[in-house]
């Protein structure tokens, strides 16, 4: 996983009054859980642009007056209308405990069905993993070398180590479309 530092400071008054002050002053509100006790605090919404903006899976410091912790963002939310971001989730990595996290795909080879005129399809950006925190790769490679026209590879082929898949084993990850032109010409 890559890694990545927001600062943040310790919040005295918790409640909807506080927190909208807060994000009227730019500044996020949240939680840190999941270890021995729960921290909340706030941490300046530029921050977090690094974290959200990408496909990328990170492992956050917090920086929190002084004190490190570590963690992931588990949940974000964000106004309907204007998207500023309203509170952030994050979940304290233990190193002996397993965390769930979605990790990118990313392809690697190219398939024959490609080559033949077809067009690679992504069904799934990202795949749902069990593990512990130092196993969890920053991508899942997915081998489409040999597909082709109108074969697709599926989660329960993918072979990985130091960690779980949690996704169905019959879901698509990609498939080769045959396009309408060649549709014809292969019977």
Do not use: W
Not at 6 to 22: D, F, H, P, Q, T
Not at 32 to 47: I, K, R, S, T
Not at 105 to 127: N, W
């Amino acid at each position: 996983m890559k890694s990545t530092e927001i600062v943040g400071y310790k919040r005295a008054n918790l409640g909807k009054k506080e927190a909208r002050e807060l994000r009227l002053n730019a500044m996020v509100p949240c939680v840190l859980y999941g270890g021995p006790e729960q921290v909340h605090f706030a941490a300046p919404m530029y921050l977090f642009r690094d974290l959200l903006f990408t496909p990328d899976v990170y492992k956050v410091t917090l920086n929190i007056e002084g004190e490190l912790y570590y963690g992931i963002l588990q949940d974000i939310q964000y106004h309907p209308v204007s998207d500023i971001i309203l509170h952030a989730d994050f979940l304290a990595i233990d190193v002996e405990k397993e965390i769930k996290i979605e990790v990118p795909v990313r392809f690697t080879g190219t398939a024959v069905g490609v080559t033949k005129g077809g067009k690679l399809v992504q069904k799934l950006r990202k795949i749902k993993v069990l593990g512990l925190a130092k196993n969890i790769p920053d991508y899942v490679d997915v081998p489409v070398g040999d597909l082709d026209l109108g074969k697709s590879v599926k989660v329960g082929q993918l072979k990985v180590e130091g960690f779980k898949i949690l996704n169905n084993s019959s879901l698509p990850i990609a498939g080769v479309e045959i396009p309408r032109a060649l549709r014809g010409t292969l019977k």
